[in-house]
């Protein structure tokens, strides 16, 4: 599968969730916590400031699939990345997907800032995609880089600090 990213990294995977935590797909700006069994990292697709991801290391597809030492584990960092990104980022909602027709877990931070909401209406699940393909449309220039960069080191501390 080929896709690009947001700085325009061309990557062509067979599965972008095992090559994310294998280490061969670089995810802008890095892991924000890897754990025993997960990695937490910014959305590589899409540049929403708090368009977090946590994805399971093992590929698998569903929260059924995983032992009861992983479940634990997920519960515990979805409260911890959830608590990060609404103290550090400037939104009205965060919601939480995970979806099964995907070849590897993964959990999706969606956070409603206060520009998503003026130009998209209230938090809806039903907008999502249509937000998600706006923020994918092209590469981000170098400024709005660094405003989502630093957004990424806000959260990882605040993940720190936990």
Not at 101 to 122: I, N
Not at 139 to 150: G, N, V
């Amino acid at each position: 599968m080929k896709s690009n990213d947001f700085l325009g990294n061309e990557w062509d995977v067979d599965c972008m969730g095992c090559a994310i935590s294998n280490g061969s797909m670089q995810v802008p700006g890095g892991f924000v916590q890897k754990t025993s069994y997960f990695a937490v990292h910014q959305d590589p697709l899409i540049p929403l400031p708090g368009f977090f991801v946590i994805g399971s290391l093992r590929h698998i597809r569903s929260m059924s699939e995983m032992q009861d030492v992983e479940y634990q584990e997920l519960a515990k960092l979805t409260r911890t990345t959830h608590r990060a990104i609404t103290e550090t980022i400037h939104i009205e909602a965060l919601t939480l997907v995970q979806e099964e027709s995907s070849p590897h877990f993964h959990l999706w931070f969606f956070p409603w800032t206060r520009d998503v909401v003026k130009h998209y209406g209230q938090p809806s699940l039903t907008t999502i995609r249509e937000i998600m393909s706006d923020y994918r449309r092209d590469p981000i220039d170098a400024a709005t880089w660094m405003e989502l960069e630093e957004s990424i080191e806000k959260i990882r501390t605040r993940m720190a600090e936990a």
